[in-house]
């Protein structure tokens, strides 16, 4: 159990679809961010989100958009799914600037 | 370009050995330091960081060193155990930018019993 809960579990789409992950941070986690983990790979910063605002993006399009709520939820939408989009989806979150990030399970993403 | 690597994709040890895995990083701007384990089917397990004004830091069986010379990275487990079977990342955070983490691919260690 580490604190950081992501739904779903797991999840199949199909190309062009839109879809919506979920996290959830614990409290006083003002800092989220979101990853992508491809089979293989290691996970790729996607965004970075502080207190509502994004303050960080890393190499993805503008279809890959996020939201931070006040209750330390947070989402990741994407639209007009690729199959390249098949991944693992990480949620990141601490307290700080100095702290260590904690990870949840993740959202594994299938678009078909 | 600038990227985290590692040096073998897989390692593979006796139980009760000493596993050692490495990591390389080329930006020099990197001020800290996390190694993390991930077994599968879950999110990546903290095991231990540096900052980049230490050389070593060590926690319950696991060492990290960091060679800023050669910018260099390793993790050292002491008497490897079946339950350290996983992939281990090596990740970077630059001063510059939103303080994200630049992963590398990854080790898979597997433990022989």
């Known amino acids: 159990e580490t604190g950081v809960t992501q739904s779903p579990t797991h999840l199949i789409k199909t190309r062009g679809q839109q879809v919506t992950l979920r996290c959830s941070s614990q409290?006083?986690?003002?800092?989220v961010s979101w990853y992508q983990q491809a089979l293989g790979q290691g996970p790729q910063f996607i965004f970075q989100y502080y207190r509502e605002e994004e303050n960080g993006r890393g190499n993805f399009p503008p279809r890959f958009s996020g939201l931070q709520f006040p209750n330390y939820s947070s989402e990741l939408n994407v639209n007009a799914l690729e199959l390249d989009d098949s991944a693992l989806y990480l949620c990141?979150?601490?307290?700080?600037?100095?702290?260590?990030?904690?990870f949840g399970s993740g959202t594994r993403l299938t678009v078909v | 370009g600038e990227s985290v690597g590692l040096h073998l994709p897989t390692l593979s040890v006796q139980e009760g050995d000493n596993s050692i895995i490495n990591c390389a990083y080329s930006n020099s701007a990197s001020d800290y330091f996390i190694w993390y384990k991930q077994e599968s089917g879950k999110g990546p397990q903290f095991i231990i960081d540096?900052?980049?004004?230490?050389d070593k830091r060590q926690g319950q069986r696991v060492t990290v060193l960091l060679n800023k010379t050669v910018k260099h990275l390793s993790l050292q487990i002491a008497a490897t155990q079946p339950g350290d079977s996983a992939v281990y990342f090596c990740?970077?955070?630059?001063?510059?930018?939103?303080?994200?983490?630049?992963f590398g691919t990854g080790t898979r260690l597997t433990v022989i019993p």
């Open positions: 990141a979150s601490r307290p700080d600037r100095v702290s260590g990030y904690t």
């Open positions: 409290s006083g986690h003002n800092t």
């Open positions: 540096i900052r980049s004004n230490m």
């Open positions: 990740a970077e955070k630059r001063q510059t930018g939103a303080n994200n983490l630049f």
